[in-house]
């Protein structure tokens, strides 16, 4: 049986959907069980304040991407940059985004933000720093990921209600495809050479060169988010609170964890240095191991973090709103 985090309650101001762990969470693992080690476990080795906007507060617009040696999120009407080495900041402006934007991607040398506000995507040249292009595009779900790979930027899109992948031309961001999926697509991840688009409880593989989708594979309920890394494609999914791990060679899920983030609220994932981490508001922050997919350590929430998380330059990065907006850098695990 998989090992799962038992449910609780969080005593904080939050949404309903954002209710759920307590701050002493149990671990249940190979029929033992141990508290929950608390963030402060991993050492604040940098905390970097940043301005809290109405979209942080509103919309929960906490992206968080570690790309082209640098940290990466949005505090409008900005991309900016943090610089690990000596955290001096780079705002880029984006003309006319609203947000929420949907999770930050990185690909051709750009970081990619997808504004759900303004259905525009915003192409920023990780180099330059520079708004390269924009784009529109008709976005509906905010927690929907976007990829980039083939030369292209891939992202579940409102026609025929969310039912479509469309493929945008990285370079000059003209439309090349659309490609139908056989349900309501939840998100994108690219890894293996193909796209992966998450459904309501399969995945499909779409194939580049032909713009279809190839195959499907059963996966969990009602999918919440999805990664590429690890030479896999991770899905967590939010009616059952499981993660699964499909082979990202040969589609197959070659794994699966019960962690118990459950509902419509915000998780977030991300791999490096070894390990998968998830985020969410019900448990802050959990440590899988991609090998096994087992689980390692669940955090519990005393620094009061965001459902988002970037690894990067052998660190975690967390974000806060409150009571003031902080960005946090965590010494990850060996």
């Given at each position: 049986m998989p090992a799962s985090l038992l449910d609780g309650r969080v005593n904080e101001a939050r949404p309903a959907?954002?209710?759920?762990?307590?701050?002493?969470?149990?671990?249940?693992?190979?029929?033992?069980?141990?508290?929950?080690e608390t963030l402060t476990a991993l050492a604040?080795?940098?905390?970097?304040?940043?301005?809290?906007?109405?979209?942080?507060?509103?919309?929960?617009d906490t992206r968080l991407l570690f790309a082209s040696d640098a940290l990466w999120t949005v505090v409008h009407p900005n991309l900016v940059r943090i610089d690990p080495k000596s955290y001096g900041q780079t705002n880029i402006e984006l003309p006319g985004v609203l947000g929420p934007v949907r999770p930050l991607a990185f690909g051709e040398g750009a970081i990619w933000i997808a504004d759900t506000g303004s259905n525009t995507i915003f192409k920023v040249d990780a180099a330059n720093d520079r708004v390269a292009l924009k784009m529109k595009a008709s976005l509906l779900s905010v927690q929907s990921p976007i990829a980039v790979g083939a030369g292209s930027l891939w992202m579940v899109t409102a026609e025929h209600a969310e039912r479509v992948v469309t493929r945008f031309d990285a370079m000059t961001g003209e439309v090349q495809a659309q490609i139908e999926l056989p349900d309501v697509g939840s998100g994108v991840a690219f890894d293996g050479g193909s796209v992966w688009a998450a459904g309501r409880n399969e995945i499909y593989r779409i194939d580049p060169a032909?713009?279809?989708?190839?195959?499907?594979?059963?996966?969990?309920?009602?999918?919440?988010?999805?990664?590429?890394?690890?030479?896999?494609?991770?899905?967590?999914?939010?009616?059952?609170?499981?993660?699964n791990r499909i082979d990202s060679a040969t589609g197959v899920v070659t794994g699966s964890l019960d962690v118990g983030v459950k509902g419509p609220g915000m998780v977030d994932l991300t791999t490096g240095g070894g390990h998968l981490w998830l985020a969410s508001l019900v448990i802050r922050l959990i440590e899988i191991d991609p090998a096994t997919v087992e689980l390692r350590k669940a955090f519990e929430s005393d620094l009061h973090t965001e459902a988002n998380v970037a690894y990067g330059d052998n660190?975690?990065?967390?974000?806060?709103?409150?009571?003031?907006?902080?960005?946090l850098r965590l010494s990850a695990p060996d």
């Open positions: 959907w954002a209710l759920g762990a307590s701050l002493l969470l149990t671990l249940v693992l190979g029929g033992t069980s141990a508290a929950a604040v080795e940098k905390v970097i304040p940043f301005e809290v906007t109405y979209s942080h507060l509103e919309n929960y032909a713009n279809a989708v190839v195959a499907s594979t059963p996966i969990c309920d009602r999918p919440s988010t999805l990664a590429a890394g690890e030479g896999s494609i991770w899905v967590h999914c939010r009616n059952d609170g499981i993660v660190s975690l990065w967390l974000l806060r709103i409150r009571p003031k907006g902080e960005i």
